[in-house]
């Protein structure tokens, strides 16, 4: 709850009109501290002066280190979401936090532009599809062993293999899972 009240805290101040919460039980939370914080109907008089965003700078590529660390947890949240949601379930806790489709997708498109470009590691490894194969069924060994935790991890598995090695980026995460689910898989 701490993690929620300071992230609803970090949104006022940022200048969020609103909100979005993953549960229920999490509006009075949220609704009171945008209700202190924002007592207007919105933050549009807010302005961020100090902030200068050019159009370029938005095609600027990120600098920083992909770690072995970063790529693992990509596949262990991608894999978990998709197969809770396999079993129809749309948000997740996973980890302390509320995890829904766009954190899936999010892990997804990462590694699917890692292995395109053949990004590498801190260590200097290139992020290719037989690492993330490797990577994966080590994250797949862990999940597995959680008791009473899922039952589709392997469809999960599989169908992010799918995601992050076609050829052509898959538009949403959800289509080829509403075709297994369809198809009646698993």
Not at 96 to 119: G, K, V, Y
Request: aromatic residues 6%; hydrophobic residues 40%; proline residues 4%.
């Amino acid at each position: 709850m701490e993690k929620v009240r300071a992230d609803k805290l970090r949104e006022a101040g940022d200048g969020h009109d609103g909100t979005w919460v993953a549960h229920p039980g999490l509006v009075a939370i949220a609704k009171e501290i945008f209700d202190r914080e924002m007592p207007q109907p919105n933050q549009i008089a807010r302005k961020r002066q100090d902030v200068h965003v050019s159009a370029s700078d938005l095609l600027v590529v990120p600098e920083g280190s992909i770690t072995e660390a970063g790529l693992r947890q990509n596949l262990n949240v991608g894999i978990g979401y998709i197969e809770a949601w396999l079993r129809g379930t749309g948000c997740v806790p996973l980890y302390n936090l509320m995890e829904d489709a766009a954190t899936a997708e999010i892990s997804r498109a990462q590694i699917w532009q890692w292995i395109r470009h053949s990004a590498k590691l801190k260590d200097g490894r290139v992020v290719d599809v037989a690492l993330c194969r490797a990577l994966l069924d080590e994250e797949l060994g862990k999940l597995r062993a959680v008791p009473d935790h899922g039952t589709r991890y392997e469809d999960a598995a599989s169908l992010f293999c799918q995601l992050i090695e076609a050829e052509v980026f898959p538009e949403f995460l959800t289509l080829p899972a509403y075709d297994m689910i369809t198809a009646g898989i698993g």
